[in-house]
């Protein structure tokens, strides 16, 4: 099943946020992740692909970036 993700910047985590370090990430998520930043936009990815990634979740790529699914 298709799922849309996008990423938004954060300026301020909460210190009951879990942070994932890009380096955490899978190799397909870390392709994903970089799609994301470069498209500056929602893109559709397959539901195994979303599965390497948490709503809501917080990763260190360049900036701190917010998961949207």
């Given at each position: 099943?298709p799922?849309?993700?996008?990423?938004?910047?954060?300026?301020?985590?909460?210190?009951?946020?879990?942070?994932?370090?890009?380096?955490?990430?899978?190799?397909?998520?870390?392709?994903?992740?970089?799609?994301?930043?470069?498209?500056?936009?929602?893109?559709?990815?397959?539901?195994?692909?979303?599965?390497?990634?948490?709503?809501?979740?917080?990763?260190?790529?360049?900036?701190?970036?917010?998961i949207?699914?």
């Amino acid at each position: 099943m298709p799922c849309e993700l996008a990423v938004e910047p954060v300026s301020t985590i909460h210190c009951d946020k879990q942070v994932r370090d890009y380096d955490q990430l899978n190799p397909t998520a870390k392709q994903t992740l970089a799609e994301l930043t470069a498209e500056e936009s929602e893109i559709v990815v397959s539901s195994q692909i979303a599965a390497g990634f948490t709503r809501n979740e917080i990763i260190n790529y360049t900036d701190y970036l917010r998961i949207k699914m």
